[in-house]
């Protein structure tokens, strides 16, 4: 991954050779306002002259010298973006001046730091009542706090730039020189950095994160860069997070170019993500602002390109000051990607008149979000993300992995009349879509009536068999009496409490046919299209094996499915009668 980032950074190519890339300060495009300390010298004596409030300018950010270092002290330079203005001040401003206070220094350096902290601390109730009355506020303002002297800013101050380049080479370069061969640029012998924290993805006291031991002189065995690579990763990561980042349904992730490609490629791949940042793997179609991801989804643009490239996603999760990574899928060719896009467009002809929205990665996640929808927090993020990895990679898996979270929602829709057709139908296209695009193996094959296999075969994905078949017939009879019942009693559906709440089992289901076929007859409602669905769904059960060799999931997951789709089954059955009944008559 280290790698991949570092391509990004030499693509985008920002570095001044002529500067020392490990000093360049950081340069956020999203601070709005500048608040400045201002201190001017009147000969040997310094005085505090009040607070400037000026526009933030990107173009000269660089003088403000702002890089960040410890998330509870100061920064490498004195500036930081403004929070609580007691806390910022104090922790950020003030600190970094107390901190060179015992540093050797030039007497007349020294001199100028010692009185600047003097003065903050004895205005420092004047400077936060000023700060906290006078400073913009408001949806996407960000203010940073600096200081300046006789108009001046830290960068154009020598001691102020003199500290700030000790306190980085200090921290990333350290006493003692380590030399090796460089695992960014493959150099041998060169200088290497003690620590690269330019991606916090271990800690320092943990053993298993440190070779060596426990020895944190020894850290820099984990990933050797040289000093002249670790700009160049530093702003291959800058880019990333400005560009590359993207939500995917209440979790983060990066897209990144992969290296297998040439330079030349990466190069124009990296302009190219860049016109595509506002969009996301989600399938989603809908503002940013309603919805986890953005309109018209990133597929169409990475599909077009041929195989010479691919491409990683990385999720992860801040957790204070790391990143921890959730998930990293390698080597994602636009081939797959095509694959991807071409079955969601199959998937949507193909259930157009059934339900009327695009299909998204929502028909996964409403699913495998939480176990109980009381939890806070959620639980199934893990189980979320393994699926999407399958899906990207084109990995087998089981649908029994997923079928306990999708009939759990299920049945608490169906309990509690609560959307249990889209709920029941999300979860049918979701599972169809696994079955289209390769993830889980099927045999199609057809066992019934010419005729109502033609009707269902467009929703049969996954049906290879003659008792899933069976149940989704019997689901279908099913709902048709209940919809008689529902016009018959006045919106009562007793015959639901025979479902048992969709928890029932095979001894349950071997007579339920039969009691559908009854109540039928018994309202005088027992047509045509009853009696094939009824024989069909008999005939392919007493096909079938005595044991049928499914969970009570799986069971209830067809037997609902069926239900919901009851209306395209009778309707399709209805044309193909009028049809047959029409050729007669020519």
């Not at 933030?56 to 004195?78: E, F, Q, T, W």
């Not at 820099?220 to 995917?248: A, Q, T």
């Not at 990466?266 to 179609?285: G, P």
Request: aromatic share 12%; hydrophobic share 35%.
């Amino acid at each position: 991954m280290l790698y991949d980032v570092y391509r990004v950074g030499k693509a985008i190519g920002n570095l001044d050779n002529d500067s020392d890339g490990l000093l360049i300060p950081e340069t956020p495009k999203d601070i709005t306002n500048v608040i400045s300390l201002c201190f001017e010298k009147r000969g040997e004596e310094v005085i505090y002259s009040g607070v400037d409030i000026t526009d933030y300018n990107v173009d000269i950010a660089h003088k403000y010298l702002l890089r960040k270092a410890s998330s509870n002290g100061a920064n490498y330079g004195p500036s930081a973006q403004l929070t609580e203005v007691n806390k910022t001040l104090t922790k950020k401003i003030a600190a970094w001046f107390r901190d060179l206070q015992s540093e050797k220094s030039e007497e007349n350096g020294q001199t100028l730091i010692s009185q600047i902290y003097r003065l903050i601390n004895d205005n420092q109730e004047e400077i936060e009542a000023y700060i906290s009355q006078n400073m913009p506020k408001g949806k996407g303002i960000k203010n940073l706090l600096t200081v300046k002297v006789d108009g001046k800013f830290p960068a154009e101050i020598e001691i102020f730039y003199k500290a700030y380049s000790d306190k980085i080479r200090k921290k990333l370069v350290g006493e003692e020189s380590c030399r090796g061969t460089c695992c960014l640029c493959g150099e041998k012998n060169v200088d290497l950095l003690p620590k690269v924290d330019v991606f916090k993805f271990y800690t320092l006291d943990k053993p298993g994160f440190i070779s060596g031991g426990f020895s944190e002189k020894d850290i820099w065995r984990n990933c050797p860069v040289c000093i002249s690579c670790e700009p160049i990763l530093r702003e291959g990561k800058k880019y990333m997070l400005d560009h590359l980042g993207f939500n995917f349904y209440g979790l983060s992730y990066y897209l990144i170019p992969s290296s297998t490609c040439g330079q030349d490629a990466q190069d124009f791949l990296v302009d190219k993500l860049e016109n595509i940042s506002n969009k996301s793997f989600s399938f989603k179609e809908g503002e940013a602002k309603k919805t986890d991801s953005l309109s018209d989804d990133i597929f169409d643009a990475l599909a077009e390109y041929g195989d010479v490239n691919s491409f990683r996603i990385i999720f992860f999760k801040k957790e204070n000051s790391a990143e921890r990574i959730l998930l990293d899928i390698k080597d994602i060719f636009p081939s797959r990607f095509r694959e991807l896009y071409s079955a969601k467009y199959k998937i949507e002809e193909i259930y157009n008149g059934v339900i009327n929205e695009k299909f998204n990665f929502s028909y996964f996640r409403e699913f495998l979000r939480k176990t109980d929808n009381k939890m806070r927090d959620n639980d199934l993020d893990n189980n979320f993300l393994s699926l999407t990895k399958d899906i990207f990679t084109g990995e087998k898996l089981s649908v029994n992995t997923l079928l306990p979270h999708y009939m759990r929602n299920v049945r608490y829709a169906f309990v509690n009349d609560d959307r249990f057709y889209a709920t029941t139908l999300r979860a049918w296209i979701g599972i169809n879509y696994l079955y289209e695009i390769g993830c889980i193996n099927y045999g199609r094959k057809d066992f019934m009536d010419e005729k109502l296999q033609e009707v269902l075969g467009p929703y049969s994905s996954g049906l290879d068999t003659n008792i899933k078949k069976a149940l989704v017939l019997t689901g279908a009879l099913v709902k048709k009496v209940m919809n008689i019942q529902y016009k018959e009693l006045n919106g009562s559906t007793p015959f639901e409490a025979r479902l048992k709440g969709l928890r029932m089992r095979q001894n349950d289901v071997q007579g339920l046919i039969k009691e559908a076929e009854n109540k039928m007859m018994e309202y005088k409602r027992f047509s045509k299209s009853s009696d094939l669905i009824a024989k069909t769904a008999f005939k392919l059960i007493f096909e079938a094996e005595p044991k049928w060799g499914l969970s009570t999931d799986e069971i209830n997951f067809y037997i609902a499915g069926g239900m919901t789709l009851s209306k395209e089954l009778y309707d399709g059955l209805e044309d193909k009668t009028k049809e047959k009944s029409e050729e007669g008559k020519e």
